[in-house]
Nanobody, 115 residues
Framework: QVRLVESGGGLVQAGGSLRLSCAAS????????MGWYRQAPEKQRELVAT???????NYPDSMKGRFTISTDNFKNTVYLQMNSLKPEDTAVYYC?????????WGQGTQVTVSS
């Protein structure tokens, strides 16, 4: 099993920055992908960014430029640096990791951007 603990969410003014962290523990040796999704009220969960264990990143076009995903050297913590935040970035942000045949989700951390 994999346990994910997220931190770093909160309230920020438009134009500000936040850095989310997600620490993975447990059966992490087989993790091959880490990432972040978000879900705004009354909207579907959407991909923000993913990163492989070799460092390859993927961002949907809508997320490019303001969000940066990274991991620590031990590949057990994934970060999401969010800059120039907008009110429409307000959502619950979920950490995600993938192992062969398995997906794991964090509990979510609220990000609220005020105008």
């Amino acid at each position: 099993q994999v346990r994910l603990v997220e931190s770093g969410g909160g309230l920020v003014q438009a134009g500000g920055s936040l850095r989310l962290s997600c620490a993975a523990s447990g059966s992490i040796a087989s993790i091959n992908l880490m990432g972040w999704y978000r879900q705004a009220p009354e909207k579907q969960r959407e991909l923000v960014a993913t990163i492989t264990m070799t460092g390859s990143t993927n961002y949907p076009d809508s997320m490019k430029g303001r969000f940066t995903i990274s991991t620590d050297n031990f590949k057990n913590t994934v970060y999401l640096q969010m800059n120039s935040l907008k009110p429409e970035d307000t959502a619950v942000y979920y950490c995600y990791v993938r192992r062969p045949g398995l997906s794991h989700w964090g509990q979510g951390t609220q990000v609220t951007v005020s105008s």
